[in-house]
């Protein structure tokens, strides 16, 4: 077996692999990098250049080369080429610790280029003795669940995103947090630096080291917690809808805690447009805006024929919107926002990954949207929150009516705590946020479809309820 034929039979078995059910025609090895580390283990940085149908895609490895491999390391194996036992290296702290010590050092590697944010200083642990990294700063951990990317956290002060797919030129997330951490947002996990290349003659942001939120719990798994102490409640009462309406009020309740979110999320939504300017679309380009929601629509349509009840509503819902004669203001905006991209943490809630949609172009996820975007895309995560533990749930009709009224409870409270804030006024622009919640919706429908159907349930019966 070839050194390439290795790496593509272990690649699209790979999370975050973009071209799953497309056969892999070639991939070519267009950037090989030795990295000197400490320890006898070898590393070496590859960019692949991956052809699949009419794509071709760059991916970003860190591979490890052994004699032999400890047994906490047999899980990342990715095969042995020329007596040497090749993994993947983030799961490596011994190897993934000379990453850190040379963005701290701002170092250059070949064509790698790692750099500090000035006037940070970065925890490395190289100084803490021989083999002295264990349960140091320089100690890493891979995050698992993460769909896109790889995530690493350096003891409890630096977490290292590795961006597996690659995207020439700017990217949105370092340019979004490090405009944000210069305006001073406590709302946003400040960048400490990052490692960079040149791919297709642009300069390519290859990982972000930001600092880590140590004690933080992530907006879904709240959420999610909040929903099962309302079900198992309702399933402990003897009542019917009133009873299920009071018993989300008490114990897992979280609304308080969306309230907020909507008031650092109308928080962020002014930094960035204090960073980036703001502008307003006039009435012919929210026709245009309206006419892109239709063709999304009849594209879904026409590969999930489930939608077609819904289309005629939805429809409408931009038939109103190309309707609007006042000026809509846009801005940059998150673009991916939903319960996972926020972390609470014992001072407030934080956001994360302003790298907007990874299927989407860099122009588009640079480019200004409506606020209220973001606004529709956490109202529908509060609908997903409430309804993916119904999927299997024995009592799924009994709990129906309890799921509609925490998503509205918690909808309404994150709504006003954004008004209350400064953000564009949700209730004034109704029209606005329901056409957006719905091609949010149509996005969802087409996104389960193809990569999980046994979710598709989930947007098809919110939008019995629009």
Known sequence: MTFENMLTEWLVRQRWFAGKGRDVHDLAVISDTPIDTPVPAGLRHLIVCVSHGTTVDSYQLFLGLRDALPAELEHALIGTYEGDLVYDALHDSELTGPLL?????????????????????????????????????????????????????????????????????????????????????????????????????????????????????????????????LYATVLASSGGTDQAGQAGRVGGDFAPEAERLGVATAQVHADLAAAFGASELEPDAIRDMAEQMYRRLDLAVAAVPELTRYADMIGTGYKDLAKLTDPIPVQRVHGDYHLSQAMRTQTGWVVLDFEGEPASPLAQRRARSSPLRDVAGMLRSFDYAARHQLITHTDHLRLASAASDWVRRNSTAFTAGYAAAGGLDPAENAVLLRALSLDKAVYEVMYEARHRPSWLPIPLESLAEF
């Open 101 to 229: 010590d040379a963005i701290a050092s701002e170092a250059t590697i070949g064509p790698l280029r790692f750099q500090r944010i000035e006037g940070v200083e970065i925890e490395t642990g190289v100084d803490s003795g021989a083999g002295g990294r264990a349960g140091g700063p320089g100690t890493s951990i891979v995050l698992t669940g993460e769909q896109s990317n790889t995530s690493l956290v350096f003891g409890e002060s630096s977490i290292l995103k590795v961006f597996r797919r690659l995207a020439p030129g700017p990217n949105p997330d370092l340019e979004v947090s490090a405009a944000l951490a210069r305006l001073g947002s406590p709302h946003v996990a400040e960048p400490l630096g990052w490692i960079e290349t040149r791919l297709e003659g642009a300069g390519t942001v290859l990982a972000i080291l930001s600092r880590y939120l140590r004690a933080a719990s992530d907006g879904w798994s709240l959420a999610a917690a909040s929903v099962r102490d």
